[in-house]
């Protein structure tokens, strides 16, 4: 092998081992049981009618959602949920996601993400928003609406249906996010949609300033009738820090390529003198 390939391949190892590291993903089953509603009270309307608990109101292939793949590079929360709900069905439309920064109280919602989906019915724009009263929930905005939907949420953590939020109706947002949403083919047959959700922060202080603790919860209603609830505590947040590469990695590369150097400036001599021979 010639000694610029070499030097190349050198390079190259170091270059690799610079980069980031790669995400850190884990895809998360729907196991968050909802309460049916009927107006502004809990309905039996699972088990033939005998229970208000189960696990997604719809009258056939409408709404449910199965899984969440969650996954953060640094500054960078990922979210895909894979679901059957288009985004437009009996006047429902994507609810927002709301977060729980404060592991201490996981069902204490003080931030949301708005997807954008309700910004023309009420909604607000595409953008991380911090809580003050400024949301409604799904028994605010279906309660006058004659139909059947989730009205609460049964939180792990206690076992008990809370009041699930899943729009967002006011305030600014947050300076120094963004947020990106996309809907594409999940290519699951049965969940058929993949709706992607992106959530950037400019810098490590934008980033600290929203995931202070060691973790977080995050609440998802699919739709904002919250038909099929969707929620995870313990996620871990974005690194606010791009790791730093292995030290010896990068030494042995320098080495390799120095050695390298070395021996191509001892041949450069030996290749006059033979020239000169010929």
């Known amino acids: 092998m010639r000694i610029g390939h070499l030097l190349r391949i050198a390079g190259f ?4 081992a610079a980069l980031p590291g790669a995400a850190n993903a884990t895809l998360i089953s729907d196991t968050t049981k909802n309460v049916s509603y009927w107006g502004s009270s809990p309905y039996n309307w699972y088990a033939g009618g005998t229970s208000s ?12 959602t199965n899984r969440v793949n969650v996954s953060t590079t640094p500054y960078t929360l990922k979210l895909g949920f894979y679901t059957q709900f288009d985004g437009d069905d009996l006047g429902a439309h994507y609810a927002d996601i709301f977060i729980a920064s404060d592991p201490a109280h996981p069902d204490l ?4 993400i708005s997807l954008g989906f309700q910004a023309t019915h009420g909604g ?3 953008g991380l928003y911090a809580l003050s009263g400024n949301y409604l929930t799904s028994i605010d905005r279906w309660k006058n609406t004659g139909y059947i939907y989730g009205g609460q949420y ?7 249906g809370h009041d699930a939020p899943t729009i967002l109706t006011g305030g600014s947002a947050l300076p120094g996010w963004t947020v990106d949403v996309e809907q594409s083919a999940s290519g699951d047959p049965t969940y058929p949609y993949l709706l ?3 959530l950037t922060a400019l810098n490590k202080n934008v980033l600290d300033s929203v995931f202070s603790h060691a973790s977080f919860a995050f609440l998802w209603g699919t739709g904002d009738c919250n038909n099929d609830s969707v929620y995870v505590a313990h996620v871990t947040p974005p690194p606010d820090e791009v790791p730093e590469p292995p030290s010896g990695i990068i030494l042995a590369g320098g080495l390799l390529a120095f050695g390298f150097v070395t021996l191509r400036k001892k041949m450069t001599p ?3 003198c033979l020239a000169r021979r010929a």
């Open 13 to 16: 190892s170091t270059l690799i």
């Open 53 to 64: 608990v189960g696990d997604v109101v719809e009258g056939g292939p409408e709404f449910d």
């Open 109 to 112: 919602f003080d931030y949301g």
């Open 124 to 126: 607000v724009a595409k």
């Open 154 to 160: 049964i939180s792990p953590n206690d076992n008990l």
């Open 196 to 198: 992607s959700i992106t």
């Open 270 to 272: 030996m290749k006059a």
